[in-house]
C-alpha cells in the first residue's frame, strides 16, 4: 500500500522540513502562520520539493 502523499504544491519545499497548513484555503507551506488569531497545524514532513508525506498532528494551535 502506498503511503498518502501530496504532489504539486506552488511552492517548493526542503525534504524533512514540517509543511502546515496555509492562511489560503488548501495552502501549504513550509513557514508556519504567524499572525495573531491564525491557527497553525502540521500537514506532513516533505519527502522532495513538491511531495509531501500527509501525517497530520491532531494538535492545532491558536497563534497569540
Do not use: K
Request: charged letters at 20%.
Amino acid at each position: 500500500a502506498d503511503s498518502p502523499r501530496y504532489t504539486g504544491s506552488p511552492e517548493a519545499f526542503t525534504a524533512g522540513d514540517p509543511v502546515y497548513l496555509g492562511e489560503s484555503a488548501g495552502a501549504l507551506t513550509a513557514t508556519a502562520p504567524s499572525t495573531d488569531g491564525d491557527y497553525v497545524q502540521r500537514i506532513g514532513i516533505a519527502v522532495s520539493d513538491d511531495c509531501v508525506l500527509v501525517m497530520p498532528s491532531i494538535d492545532v494551535i491558536e497563534h497569540a
